[in-house]
T-cell receptor
């Protein structure tokens, strides 16, 4: 079985400050890792994903994440946040193919002007 | 152009009623999903279909029955609605590997259907 832990339910940060949203996973086999963003009253949208290759993954809107196998982590970072980044962020894990995607409980990023 | 669409957007109904939510994707994807998001934003897979065939069926009450008339549509019918069914239901789709490696394993979500059972 696979699982995802998002350690922070809410992260307040001032505009233009850097942010890191933490995600740890557990799985007995190799996995694919994802970050999705959900803006208010909308569906989820993919920010970035790690399938293989370089452990540093760049996504949309200036976000990046680093896959760390030894620490089973996939933390999301942005060097300078904007008001428009205020949203719920979900880390997710999958074994690929037709296997289900397991989502974390989400981290609410609140950008303060 | 809406990639994954759901109807209705809002659904308010009485306990015990039967209702359906429709989902359509125009992305040409082979796989479609239904998720339930509760009031605490927790997102849980309910069903997944690949080319009209059921491939994931999580522990969901029998009152929930998905139907896929073709690979572009996945509808969700709910019988005898209960208060605990109140949630946001998301439809999603994803391509197969052969449909473009850059889209591999990416799920495309609809806008959600907000169901309130009174």
């Amino acid at each position: 079985a696979q699982s995802v832990t998002q350690l922070d339910s809410q992260v307040p940060v001032f505009e233009e400050a850097p942010v890191e949203l933490r995600c740890n996973y557990s799985s007995s086999v190799s996995v694919y890792l994802f970050w999705y963003v959900q803006y208010p009253n909308q569906g989820l949208q993919l920010l970035l994903k790690y399938l293989s290759g370089s452990t540093l993954v760049k996504g949309i809107n200036g976000f990046e994440a680093e896959f760390n196998k030894s620490q089973t982590s996939f933390h999301l970072r942005k060097p300078s946040v904007h008001i428009s980044d205020t949203a719920e962020y979900f880390c997710a894990v999958s074994r690929g193919g037709y296997q289900k995607v397991t989502f974390g409980i989400g981290t609410k990023l609140q950008v303060i002007p | 152009d809406t990639a994954v669409s759901q109807t209705p957007k809002y659904l308010v109904t009485q306990m015990g009623n039967d209702k359906s939510i429709k989902c359509e994707q125009n992305l040409g994807h082979d796989t479609m999903y239904w998720y339930k998001q509760d009031s605490k934003k927790f997102l849980k897979i309910m069903f997944s279909y690949n080319n009209k065939e059921l491939i994931i069926n999580e522990t969901v009450p029998n009152r929930f029955s998905p139907k896929s008339p073709d690979k572009a549509h996945l509808n969700l019918h709910i019988n005898s609605l209960e208060l605990g069914d109140s949630a946001v239901y998301f439809c999603a789709s994803s391509p197969s590997v052969g449909q473009g490696i850059q889209y591999q394993e990416t799920q495309y979500f609809g806008p959600g259907t907000r169901l309130l059972v009174l």
